[in-house]
Every structure is written in C-alpha cells, then in structure tokens.
C-alpha cells in the first residue's frame, strides 16, 4: 500500500509548531498518564452536581418558554432548535436579561453574538481587530494560553503588560501602548480576566476599574473583559464589571457559561455594542461584523447547546447567581480550605508563600525551585499531586519560581489530601533540587 500523503510541519501555519499552542495537550496529557494523582491543576468545574437529566429538564423548559412566551407553534418550535439558525444566536434576549440582572450590563440584545465557548469570542474578535502587520494586542500579564495561542493562529502579535499586585499595572499599559504606537505598531486593545484572573486569581479593585476605562479612552484603545469567573467571590460581594461602567463603549465583554451551566455545552458570547463606520457613511454594531467572520468559521453555534443553556436561564429567572447557588459555596469552601491548608503546612516563615485571591479557582504559589514541566512530572509520579507550572501562562517564558493551584474540581477533604502531597513534594523536591 502507498505511504500516502505526508506533511512538513513546518510547511505549514507557524503557529502550529510553536510549543505555546501544545501547552494544554501537555497538561492534560500529564494529567491522563497519572490517573490515580489528585489534581490542583484542573481548572475545569466542579462535577459534583452534574446530572444529565438537567440536560433534558432544560432543553423542555427552554421549548416550553418558546410555546408559552413567544407564542411559537411546534413547527416554528422544531425549527428553531434542529434547523440552521440565526449567526448572532437564538438566546440573545435571555442573555441581554441575564447581564441586566446580575451584571448590571443593559445592552440590546442585537450587540450579543453567541459563540461556541468563549474561546470563539476571543477568535472573532482579535480576527476582527488585526488588520494587518501593525495591529497587535495588549494583555495583562500572565494570561490564560487560550489568548495567546488564539492570537498565534491569527500572526496577532500579544504584547504583555505587567499585572502588579492589583491586576493591573496601569502605568505599565500607558507605557507600553506608547512604546507599540512609537515603534510605528497599533495597540487595538488590551484583554483582561478583572474578576479572579486565571491564573493569577487577582480581582482589580473598584478604582482601578474606572482608571482603567479613563486610559482606554484617553489613549483610544478597546478592552476585552473576560468573565468567567465573576460569579465566584470569595464573600457575597461583587464588583460591577467593567461593561456596566462603560459609558464610552469602549469594552468588548466576553462571556462563557463553562463554568455557570457547564463546559459541555459550549456556549460563550462576545457584547459588541461598538459602532463600526463604512465607507459609505452606513454604520454597523462590532456585533454584525463578528457575526460575519463567525458565519464562516461555525456558522452559526449550535441551537439544541443554546437551547439548552436558554432553558438553565429560563428556570433561574435569568439569574446566573442564583444558578450557581450551591457550587459557588463549593468554591468559597474549598478556596478557604486550601488558603488556610496552605498557611498550616508552610508556617512563616516559610520558603513557601502565595498570594490570597478574593475569589475565583485559582491561587499563585511562590516554591524554592523552577517550577518546571519536569518537577510536575515527578510530583504527579512520585507524589500523586497535580498542579500547574506558571510559565505556560507566560508567552515564550522558561520556568519560574511560580506555580498555580486550582480548587474547583475537588471534594473538601480531597484538598486537605491534595495539600498533604503538595507539601510533601515541595519538601522532596526543594531538597534534592538543592543536593
Ligand atoms: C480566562 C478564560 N477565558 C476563557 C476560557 C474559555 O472559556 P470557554 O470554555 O467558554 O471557551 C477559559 C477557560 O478556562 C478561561 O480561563
């Protein structure tokens, strides 16, 4: 038999064979080999309340509101969940009454483009943003490697802000937005997690969020606010995202409900309420243009997923809060047990320090060695404790002295074990790393 067709790698787009776009293969791969390990490094929902039953209980609630509410017969109830649909979504309105809600974001419903997760958003929206060799993107760093790599299959360059202590680094931005616009570069935007970063776990504070949005108007860029995990603080305080205190439109707020309904459905969204100018003097919102470029990527995302997170939306009165009532105890809870586990098993003072997040899944921690893809390797085998080097977080970076913990996949107790054979491998590894 002919050996059949066979590829170079490097014939084909650069961004293929660069290590960055292998990082959450590596991870996950790591993770498969070492099934018995306990994993402080899945940053993936909690699975404790998962039923699929609630799949079908939904996917009813949604055509029931659909016949009750809008009045849709069953042909127009068959139709709108099993044929092609509209590019921006079908579930618009109960995403617009959703952010109304709990966000304080009032936009129109037309401003949404529902997408398949929120990694579809990102795409379509930096592929709307990068123009051509001089348009690159900001983003606070460390940032998810869902930006980054996104950014690397679009030759959209990613310049890194500094974070700080506060999320942001605000005079960092303005410097490095001067330092692109010198070197002749334009700074389309600068993305950001403001609520609980992944994988810093940092929350900007209330005056940061309004400096913020006066620079991006004074210097004239955009802001992409990703949201995931808003909905997790620590206490029951929240702060206003920084879409309801955009009076000059200038964020682009990217929404997934990954971690409020759950990954498998695969729904995310991008509001695009921005005002794009033709040359004909007609005008458009950014949302149709991200719709343009999404009817040739996934056409449209799928209506039963969009039919399905509507009805998770229908039967909480469009509250995500109230939807996420019992996993966000789980969170607080097991958030609270791996700070104070943490502090019990490092006592200052100590080798070990990390930083403690107001909410969300993820905690820094600061070791005594380079936190490489190796030592975690050796922790996963030797310690059965998973966790994530933080240099994947970092574009091109070599091993730091830093690591992220995750506490969202875990029952309580299982974080006090996990912990158990985090220290224990801190301790083994800080030795023979020092022999
Ligand atoms: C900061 C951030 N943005 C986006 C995503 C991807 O969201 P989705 O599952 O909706 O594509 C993740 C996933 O973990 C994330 O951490």
Redesign the pocket.
Known sequence: MAAGAELDLSDLHGSLADPLLSAMNFLNEVAGRYPEALSLAA?TPYEGFYDVEDVHRALRAYCAHLRDKRGFDERRVRRRLLQYGRTKGIIHDLIAQYLSVDEGIDVDPESIVLT???????LLTMRALRRDERDVLLAVNPV?V??TGAARLLDMPVHPVDGGADGIDLADLRRRIHRARAAGLRPRACYL?PDF??PTGLRLSLASRHALLELADREDILLLE?N??GLFPLGEGRLPTLKSLDAGRRVVH?G????SVF?GV???FAVADQQVLQADGDRFLLADVLAKAKSMVTVNTAPLSQAVAGGWLVEHGCSLVRATHDVRKVYQRNLRRLVDGLAVRFPAPSHVTWNTPEGGFFVVVDVPFEATDAALEYSAATHGVLWTPLHHFYDGRPALRSLRLSISGLEADEVDDALDRFAAFVHAYRRSSAA
Not at 116 to 122: D, I, K, N, P, V
Not at 256 to 259: G, N, Q, V
């Open positions: 940053g398949t997760g929120c990694q579809e958003a990102l998810y869902g930006v997690v970063a992944n990703d995931p995990y990217l997934s409900l990954s971690k990954p695969r729904i995310g």
